[in-house]
């Protein structure tokens, strides 16, 4: 069985940083694209970042580039998102989802995590 | 970026009722389109992918269709389990954005 469980979310204020992890099994973790999508409180969804199976190759809504970074380790099947100048809008509830295909980078996205929810406010 | 307007953003429906959710990309994005399910407090579920295939162990009361820019999600008959919140998502290129997402109510 797939599992996805996020963990690190917390309250942070703003300009501080925060590291989310996201612990995956069931599943090949090396042989897979990684996501991670936040959804604002009564909000809809937003993809923040994707990372290939090799890390060598990531993506990133223009909202985060030069503040966040995704990276995975596939010798602990985990994947992260450091969190660097969180600002209020950042605050959200995390989800790490895992790609559909083996071959590609892009979603769908087949499994979710329950998500880890992220506050930033002073 | 490829923008993604859905519509309806809200819709009120009864058991049994068919309904239909619109996703519209700002530019042809192919097949590369799918939509999700979330339920309050849950993560989504992901139900069709490549516009029209069903994901494993989905209802086939749900459909999908479409190609290029305009794309439709269609519940034949709805269920009391239907009632949730629904998202497209284009896969065509980067960054991937949702659709604004259509919740559906039971009227």
């Known amino acids: 069985e797939v599992q996805l469980l996020e963990s690190g979310g917390s309250l942070v204020q703003p300009g501080g940083s925060l590291r989310l992890s996201c612990a995956a099994s069931?599943?090949?973790?090396?042989?897979?694209?990684m996501s991670w999508v936040r959804q604002a409180p009564g909000k809809g969804l937003e993809w923040v970042s994707t990372i290939s199976v090799s890390g060598r190759n990531t993506y990133y809504t223009d909202s985060v580039k030069g503040r966040f970074t995704i990276s995975r380790d596939s010798s602990r099947n985990t994947l992260y998102l450091q969190m660097n100048s969180l600002r209020a809008e950042d605050t959200a509830v995390y989800y790490c989802a895992k790609v559909i295909s083996a071959s590609t980078t892009s979603p769908p996205f087949d499994y979710w995590g329950q998500g880890t929810l992220v506050t930033v406010s002073s | 970026a490829i923008q993604m307007t859905q519509s309806p953003s809200s819709l009120s429906a009864s058991l049994g009722d068919r309904v239909t959710i619109t996703c519209r990309a700002s530019q042809d994005v192919g097949s590369d389109l799918g939509w999700y399910q979330q339920k309050p407090g849950k993560a989504p579920q992901l139900l069709i992918y490549?516009?029209?295939t069903l994901q494993s162990g989905v209802p086939s009361r749900f459909s999908g269709s479409g190609s290029g820019t305009d794309f439709t999600l269609t519940i034949s008959s709805l269920q009391p389990e239907d009632f949730a919140t629904y998202f497209c998502l284009q896969d065509y290129s980067y960054p991937s954005l949702f659709g604004q997402g259509t919740k559906l109510e039971i009227k």
């Open positions: 490549d516009a029209s």
């Open positions: 069931g599943f090949i973790f090396s042989s897979y694209a």
